[in-house]
């Protein structure tokens, strides 16, 4: 079974710009969820998608959004782009909605770098 | 204060050592808790998923979990060069208990040599 794919894997954007980020979680799995990891502060959430809902968002400002589409396919965006936006952003996926009773499995992440 | 806490490292062990990496916790609606391996360039890969207290064993790999202490626990038996890597604690409370969300550790970098 193929496992979390995220595109691109490697990104460089100038402050201001905008960026998309797509995420395929792997096939059956229904629950997207983001995270950012920068060396600073480790891996820190952003946000939840099941079935096309947003279900949890972490403490990132509005810049940050996402969506799911009905395929379970996911992208995240951030707007106005900062230089202290540089990091790894990693999208998991999980069988289902079933809150804690499988845990997630990761993509290699799309390497963003801010100029 | 971090809600989770995991010494950094770098720890470096000659192969065949036994690992013991371990994280602290100050939630106690912790009560899902994950080990992953993280190489470089790569994302992070689940070695080890437990619920609440005990011990767990897979392989070369047994997780513990003492939530009495909030204290948890990665056992690595004979140590291969190619366990060389970033390990993450990582522990969630549930849709039930705050979210569904991971907290995560910072990480604990392994390097095992020949």
């Known amino acids: 079974k193929a496992g979390v794919t995220q595109t691109p894997r490697y990104l460089i954007k100038t402050r201001g710009q905008q960026v998309t980020l797509s995420c395929s979680p792997i096939?059956?799995?229904?629950?997207v969820s983001w995270y950012q990891q920068t060396p600073g502060q480790g891996l820190q959430f952003l946000f939840e998608?099941?079935?096309?809902?947003?279900?949890n968002k972490g403490n990132f400002p509005g810049r940050f959004s996402g969506r799911q589409f009905s395929n379970s396919r996911s992208e995240m965006n951030v707007s106005t782009l900062e230089l202290g936006d540089s990091a790894l952003y990693l999208c998991?996926?999980?069988?289902?909605?079933?809150?804690?009773?499988?845990?997630?499995?990761f993509g290699n992440g799309t390497r963003l770098t801010v100029t | 204060q971090k809600e989770v806490e995991q010494d950094p490292g770098p720890l470096s062990v000659p192969e065949g050592a036994i690992v013991s990496l371990n994280c602290t916790y100050s939630n106690s609606a912790f009560q899902y808790f994950m080990w992953y391996r993280q190489y470089s360039r790569k994302g992070p890969e689940l070695l080890m998923y437990t619920y609440s207290s005990g011990n767990k064993e897979d392989g070369r790999f047994t997780a513990q979990v003492d939530k009495s202490s909030k204290y948890i626990s990665l056992f690595i038996r004979d140590s291969q060069p190619s366990d060389s890597a970033t390990y993450l604690c990582?522990?969630?409370?549930?849709?039930?208990?705050?979210?569904?969300?991971?907290?995560f550790g910072t990480g604990t970098q392994l390097k095992v040599e020949l």
């Open positions: 998608y099941f079935s096309e809902t947003q279900r």
């Open positions: 998991a996926s999980r069988p289902t909605g079933l809150e804690g009773t499988s845990p997630l499995h």
């Open positions: 096939s059956g799995h229904r629950s």
């Open positions: 990582a522990m969630s409370g549930g849709w039930k208990g705050g979210g569904n969300k991971l907290t």
